[in-house]
């Protein structure tokens, strides 16, 4: 078993009845998704060319697939090396869907590396405005990434964003965190422990702050993680309200512990939490 | 604009949020040759070489590319760029005697990251 006594215990009772299903997904490996990179191929086309090499896909969303049978590794072929997609969990696609960056505003990716949102940020833009990308460690495979994808708008620092100061128009913070929504992916996580949950609550909280003080007014700030615990996600929006945010309903899943927040189980795909919050003008 | 000694090609608005935020990592278009970023991004014009699929395979491994794989070409020497029979580009090339060397092709990204 992938979670531990203390980690099953808090699922069982927030999940109630279906707790059952639960673990029996997390027997199972977890599904593989593609986000095809609309910057440089239309997915229909990618669809037909990996359809030829033998892969079996399946449409999840205009510019998602679920990879159903991969005759070669899906992260070998001609076509990843020609940043024609992004091996990315479909329920992580959904904190930049919910930010809806646009073409010309300016972004700031708070914690990037390796940049799965911030080529995803980069695609919904059209490759124009600006993208800072800041992140304290593996910003080298964030720059691969991102040259890989052929993305143009990014500005990447390596910095710990709480040194940033800057107002940007719209905020992801998708935080550093226990990862416990992802442990089907990264068993090396199983040793989560009420300690290691109180830690990333308050550098989450820490970072939010920041990320208020580096919003303009009216813009808007995606929080999300890929942690399953509520003092990760629930009580950080609470944080949040408490320094001025406002909290408008986010879309990719089931209603979180909080009204208008998102909170998606790992049944089909990895775990996410999702808050959606604007700062209001004075 | 020149940032930690290289090359790279930013936008004005680009600039001016390095002019607030400081020197960053990276921005924009890595221009240094042989950039694949820059030849992805329509960047560089060089000559094109096209090869054969079984060449292609070879050359995102990093090998060169035999005159024999060559579909079509538009120089004899100097620096090219391989692209597929579809015309993607896929890294850049010297001729040589009985080749063209590869000096970068996009498979780096992944034997880089290993
Ligand atoms: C969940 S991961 C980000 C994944 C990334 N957004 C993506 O989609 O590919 C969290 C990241 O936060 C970074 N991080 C941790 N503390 C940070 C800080 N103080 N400032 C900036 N980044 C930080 C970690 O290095 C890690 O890469």
Redesign the interface.
């Known amino acids: 078993m992938i979670y531990n006594e203390f980690l099953l215990k808090r699922y069982e009772e927030m999940l109630g009845s279906r707790f059952k299903e639960f673990l029996e997904a997390s027997r199972k490996p977890l599904p593989k998704y593609i986000r095809v990179n609309t910057l440089?191929i239309r997915p229909k086309e990618l669809r037909r060319r990996l359809e030829e090499k033998g892969f079996e896909l399946k449409k999840v969303m205009d510019y998602c697939f679920l990879v159903k049978k991969a005759p070669i590794s899906i992260?070998?072929t001609?076509e990843y090396?020609?940043?024609y997609y992004f091996l990315q969990d479909y329920s992580s696609l959904f904190p930049t869907i919910n930010l809806d960056p646009k073409p010309g505003e300016?972004v700031w990716d708070m914690c990037a590396a390796p940049g799965g949102k911030t080529t995803h940020l980069a695609q919904l833009m059209k490759n124009q405005?600006?993208i800072?990308a800041t992140d304290v460690r593996k910003?080298k495979?964030l720059?691969?990434n991102?040259?890989?994808m052929?993305v143009?708008?990014?500005?990447?620092?390596?910095r710990d964003a709480r040194e940033?100061k800057?107002k940007f128009d719209k905020i992801l913070l998708d935080a550093p965190c226990t990862g416990t929504g992802i442990l089907r992916r990264d068993p090396t996580r199983v040793r989560v422990k009420l300690r290691d949950i109180r830690k990333a609550s308050s550098l989450q909280k820490e970072l939010m702050k920041t990320a208020y003080e580096n919003l303009k007014e009216g813009g808007t700030l995606v929080y999300s993680t890929c942690s399953l615990e509520p003092e990760e996600n629930e009580e950080v929006v609470e944080y949040a309200l408490s320094l001025g945010f406002e909290l408008k309903r986010a879309i990719g899943g089931e209603e979180g512990l909080l009204k208008g927040t998102v909170r998606i189980w790992p049944f089909e795909s990895s775990g996410f939490f999702i808050a959606k919050l604007v700062r209001p003008c004075e | 604009m020149r940032i930690r000694g290289k090359e790279f090609k930013v936008t004005k608005e680009m600039k001016e949020v390095i002019r607030e935020l400081g020197e960053p990592y990276a921005a924009g278009i890595y221009m240094e040759f042989p950039s694949l970023h820059a030849l992805i991004t329509s960047q560089v014009n060089f000559p094109r070489v096209f090869v054969d699929d079984h060449a292609e395979q070879l050359f995102l491994y990093g090998r060169d590319v035999f005159l024999r794989s060559i579909i079509r070409k538009e120089a004899d020497e100097g620096i090219v760029i391989i692209c597929n029979k579809r015309g993607e580009p896929l890294g850049f090339g010297k001729f040589g005697k009985r080749l063209i060397k590869n000096i970068a092709d996009l498979g780096m990204y992944l034997r880089e990251e290993d």
């Open positions: 440089r992260g070998a001609t090396l020609l940043g300016i405005g600006v800072v910003v495979s720059w691969y991102v040259m890989r052929g143009t708008n990014v500005i990447i620092y390596q940033v800057y």
